[in-house]
C-alpha cells in the first residue's frame, strides 16, 4: 500500500534529480556568455589594431595595389577581420570552458581520451593557419602575379582578397582536423585502422578532390599543396590510431 509519506518521498526525488540538469543549463549559459564577452572584448581589442592585422594580411603578397570599390568597403573589411581576430584569439578560452563543463561529468577513462583530443584538436587548426599562411597563400597569390605578369598590372580589391585569405585560413584549418575524426572514428569502433590504411587508393583521390573544392584559387600547386598535406595527416592519423589501439 502507498501512503502519503512514500508519495512526498518520491516527488522530492524527482526535484532532486530534476535540480542538477537545471544547475547544468544555468552553468553552460553562464560559460556561454562569458565566451561571448571574451570574444567581444578581443574583437573590439582587435578594431583597435585592425591596421596592424591589415598589413599581416598583406605580407604574403608583393608588388600589389589594394583598392576599394565603395566608400564603406574598407572599414566593413576591418570590421570581419577584427571579428575573425577576436574570434580565434578567443577560441583557447571557448575550449578551455568547454572543457570545464564536460570535465565533471567524465570518467577518468573518458578524460584521457577527450581532453588531449580537444586539444589536440585546436593545435592541429593553429597548425593550418600557419601552413596556409606560410604556404598556400603565397604559392596560390605567386601563381596569378606570375600568370598575369606584363599583361595586366596588378590592382587587387581589399574585401576580395580577404576572402580569398579567409576560405584558405578556415578551409586548411578544417582540413587538419581528419587525425582528430580518425582517432574518433577508430575509438568508437566504426573502423580500424587497417581498414583506414587499406583504403589508401581511394583517400588519394578524395584528397585531390578536396584539395580541389577547399582551395578558392585554380593553380595546380595551392591544390597539389593541400593535398599532400591531407594525406600526410591521414596517414599520421593512421599510425596514431594504431599505437593508441596496440
Not at 597569390?141 to 581589399?158: D, K
Not at 591544390?223 to 599532400?228: E, F, I, P, R
Request: overall charge negative.
Amino acid at each position: 500500500m502507498v501512503t502519503n509519506s512514500d508519495f512526498n518521498f518520491t516527488k522530492n526525488e524527482i526535484v532532486t534529480l530534476e535540480l542538477p540538469f537545471s544547475e547544468h543549463i544555468e552553468e553552460l549559459r553562464q560559460r556561454t556568455f562569458h565566451i561571448f564577452w571574451v570574444i567581444l572584448i578581443l574583437s573590439c581589442l582587435a578594431f583597435f589594431e585592425v591596421k596592424f592585422l591589415v598589413k599581416i594580411l598583406e605580407l604574403p603578397v608583393d608588388n600589389v595595389k589594394f583598392f576599394q570599390l565603395s566608400p564603406g568597403e574598407y572599414f566593413v573589411s576591418t570590421v570581419k577581420i577584427a571579428f575573425y581576430a577576436g574570434l580565434l584569439f578567443g577560441s583557447p578560452f571557448a575550449i578551455g570552458q568547454l572543457i570545464l563543463f564536460l570535465l565533471p561529468g567524465l570518467t577518468k577513462k573518458e578524460t584521457k581520451i577527450i581532453l588531449p583530443l580537444l586539444l589536440s584538436s585546436l593545435c592541429l587548426f593553429g597548425l593550418g593557419l600557419v601552413f596556409s599562411y606560410y604556404a598556400l597563400i603565397p604559392a596560390a597569390l605567386n601563381f596569378f602575379l606570375n600568370y598575369s605578369e606584363e599583361v595586366i598590372e596588378p590592382f587587387w580589391s581589399f574585401d576580395q582578397y580577404f576572402e580569398f585569405v579567409l576560405v584558405l585560413f578556415y578551409s586548411t584549418g578544417l582540413a587538419f582536423q581528419i587525425p582528430i575524426l580518425q582517432i574518433l572514428l577508430g575509438l568508437l569502433n566504426i573502423i580500424s585502422a587497417k581498414q583506414m590504411l587499406a583504403a589508401w587508393r581511394y583517400v588519394i583521390l578524395i584528397s585531390t578532390i578536396i584539395g580541389a573544392v577547399l582551395t578558392p584559387s585554380t593553380d595546380p600547386l595551392t591544390q597539389l599543396l593541400l593535398s599532400g598535406a591531407i594525406l600526410l595527416l591521414y596517414f599520421s592519423g593512421v599510425g596514431i590510431l594504431f599505437l593508441i589501439k596496440n
